[in-house]
């Protein structure tokens, strides 16, 4: 029952697609041609009526209801209601066909796991693929109509020897409400087991593949009856297909051709024949009917499956295979190419032309580099330049750490500022483990006592290192000469810098923050700390007071502990 065109769209030529519109069977002109003719007949009978049968004040309403159903037609979404609709048909049919059982697996498995040319084998082997086409067949005779009128009672099927008679009293005697589909399954499990026993099937790793293989037939079998059991939901059918006719039954009064003489816009022209209202209805409602006949494949149209013949096939090969095939092998001899290292089928005349054509070596065979490029570099030149970039990466990322200057939603410097201020406030007198450094930014953290921020208050300075020891602070001076960052020389004095400022380097306690820094301490010069006094803010509140420092990461505000009250005082 199947239209098959595939050998006349084998190449595509000019107007290749125009040969298939004349075909007939299976055609969207067999389909829709009797909905057409209903759709133009109905227009004409209404189109006689307002010309000849209509008094001017009754074409005047006429006209009026016209545009009003021809301007409000438009708003029905055809496109977009029959496209979803018809791509889930299309999906939900070829996904059925998939779900065909077929023995072929099976039959090459049993052929060569189940031993025995004796009799006792052979009725094994032909008993275990007829209990898997009694399956198929029953699940099929249960979805398809063309398979239940050839097989419409349990007689036919024993008739037509797919099941014999003991097994049919077997089958029966069996009590269930649901659909005995699988019962030959069982039976199939059960008779491998006893070929198991009996030494037909040598060892379980065969077994278990005999019947994996089963299930996976089994399987195809249950979901045929389960797309047949459900459908594609009505509401989703109804929706689509009232959309359809509603649309061609308001096309039907607002298409009319109006009277030119009353000067309505777009009705200057008066044709009689609808054409592209016709090809519109030939295009949605032939859509439509795709879907009509897609969405159950098991019947009798002329692209249903053709499952008469399916049966009909599985059923003689898989006899084939596992009886007359059994053991059956052509002598082994050498081929025609048993000294030939390179062998080379033959081509005809007319399939010559590949030989011109060189074999594909890949997309990157033909690239080519310039000479200069194509030099190994020496090892210990690439260790140290990757040295000399991940040094400057470090530094860079210490950086952006310390003054990130992403702009803010508030302003470029406002922003700046703030993250500065906030990434100061963070630094703390012991460095901890940041997961998100590099091993070179964790090794340059290590040590306390490194500056990480150069604050530059004359060319050397002391080093300030403190120790938090209960309620003590302790203090190392050691001579450094501040590095990093590097300043850029300039013939101008240094200014110095007010020790007011210095006061926003105050230390915090890390209990009270929320997550860990990978921050050392900021160096400060002591003959310095004597002059710092606590700051006011910009709301006057003075520094001495407890502040909040605001998290960089989470934006989370913990109090900061008093430290710097003794640490003023002094």
Request: hydrophobic letters at 40%; glycine letters at 4%; proline letters at 6%.
């Amino acid at each position: 029952m199947t239209v098959t065109y595939t050998a006349r769209v084998a190449n595509a030529r000019f107007c290749g697609f125009s040969k298939l519109l004349l075909a007939w069977r299976g055609s969207i002109y067999k389909v829709l041609y009797k909905e057409f003719v209903a759709f133009f007949a109905m227009y004409a009978a209404i189109s006689i009526t307002y010309r000849f049968f209509l008094y001017d004040e009754q074409k005047r309403y006429f006209e009026k209801l016209a545009i009003y159903c021809n301007h409000y037609a438009s708003l029905i979404p055809m496109s977009f209601v029959l496209g979803f609709y018809v791509t889930l048909v299309v999906n939900r049919w070829w996904s059925q066909y998939t779900c065909i059982p077929l023995p072929d697996q099976l039959m090459c498995i049993l052929s060569g796991g189940l031993q025995g040319g004796d009799e006792r084998g052979r009725l094994l082997r032909r008993t275990l693929m007829r209990y898997a086409s009694l399956s198929a067949l029953l699940i099929l005779r249960s979805v398809s109509t063309a398979v239940f009128k050839r097989f419409p009672t349990v007689d036919h099927v024993v008739e037509a020897g797919f099941m014999t008679r003991e097994e049919r009293k077997k089958f029966e005697s069996l009590q269930s409400p649901y659909n005995k589909y699988w019962i030959p399954c069982v039976w199939f499990t059960n008779l491998v087991a006893v070929a198991r026993c009996e030494g037909r099937i040598k060892d379980d790793n065969t077994l278990k593949l005999l019947l994996e293989e089963l299930n996976v037939f089994r399987g195809k079998c249950s979901m045929l009856f389960h797309y047949d059991m459900i459908s594609v939901p009505l509401v989703y059918t109804q929706v689509v297909t009232l959309a359809v006719y509603t649309f061609f039954l308001v096309c039907l009064i607002g298409r009319q051709f109006l009277d030119p003489a009353q000067g309505y816009p777009g009705h200057d022209l008066d044709l009689y024949v609808p054409i592209f209202t016709l090809l519109q209805f030939f295009f949605y409602a032939g859509w439509l009917k795709v879907a009509e006949q897609l969405i159950n494949p098991f019947g009798e149209d002329d692209d249903d499956f053709e499952t008469n013949w399916l049966i009909d096939r599985n059923f003689q090969v898989s006899m084939m295979a596992v009886d007359e095939m059994y053991s059956d092998l052509p002598l082994m001899q050498r081929d025609r190419y048993w000294n030939d290292s390179n062998p080379r089928p033959p081509y005809t005349a007319a399939t010559v032309f590949v030989l011109r054509k060189p074999s594909f070596q890949g997309s990157t065979f033909d690239m080519a580099l310039p000479k200069e490029e194509m030099h190994f570099q020496p090892l210990e030149n690439i260790a140290e330049n990757t040295e000399e970039s991940s040094s400057r990466q470090s530094n860079m990322a210490l950086l952006n750490r310390l003054l990130n200057v992403a702009p803010s939603s508030s302003g470029l410097m406002g922003g700046a500022l703030r993250r500065t201020s906030a990434q100061l406030q963070r630094l703390r007198q012991y460095p901890s483990v940041d997961p998100s450094i590099s091993d070179d930014d964790e090794a340059f953290t290590r040590s306390v006592g490194e500056p990480l921020l150069d604050m530059q208050f004359g060319e050397e300075t002391q080093e300030l290192r403190i120790e938090e020891d209960g309620d003590s602070l302790k203090q190392a001076p050691s001579m450094r000469s501040l590095l990093l960052p590097p300043q850029p020389q300039s013939t101008r004095a240094v200014s110095a810098i007010s020790p007011r400022s210095c006061a926003l380097l105050q230390p915090i306690d890390p209990a009270h923050l929320d997550h860990s820094s990978s921050q050392p301490v900021i160096n400060l010069n002591p003959s310095t700390l004597s002059a710092i006094s606590p700051p006011s803010g910009a709301n006057g509140t003075s520094c001495s007071q407890p502040q909040r420092a605001r998290s960089v990461s989470t934006g989370l505000e913990t109090a900061a502990p008093q430290h710097h009250e003794d640490f003023t005082q002094n």
